[in-house]
Nanobody
Framework: QVQLVESGGGLAQPGGSLRLSCAAS??????????VLWYRQSPGKARESVASMSSSGARGYSTPVEGRFTISRDNDKNMVYLQMNNLISEDTGVYYCAVHRARPGRPADQYWGQGTQVTVSS
């Protein structure tokens, strides 16, 4: 059974930093063509992708977080991270870790964590 468990959320002040971690089990994130992603769902908004990292190491970010967030992965430790700097109130939300594993000829398998709350407030 695949499990993704996020940690590291909490309360941060504007301008502060948090580092989210995601521990994967039941799946090796370094195997196959597996992208790792972080999504967030802010109050009153739909879930959106904020950062992604392909199996080859290519990174992508949404415009609101570009230059402030950094996604990384440690395939040996089966971990995914999101370093969030210079936090603003709009970063408040529930952050979800995801692994998308490409499958030839069909949609990718998607695995999701339960989420961790991030609140940015003074």
């Amino acid at each position: 059974q695949v499990q993704l468990v996020e940690s590291g959320g909490g309360l941060a002040q504007p301008g502060g930093s948090l580092r989210l971690s995601c521990a994967a089990s039941g799946i090796r994130i370094g195997d196959g063509d597996s992208a790792v992603l972080w999504y967030r769902q802010s109050p009153g908004k739909a879930r959106e992708s904020v950062a992604s990292m392909s199996s080859s190491g290519a990174r992508g970010y949404s415009t609101p977080v570009e230059g402030r967030f950094t996604i990384s992965r440690d395939n040996d430790k089966n971990m995914v991270y999101l370093q969030m700097n210079n936090l603003i109130s709009e970063d408040t939300g529930v952050y979800y870790c995801a692994v998308h594993r490409a499958r030839p000829g069909r949609p990718a398998d998607q695995y999701w964590g339960q989420g961790t709350q991030v609140t940015v407030s003074s």
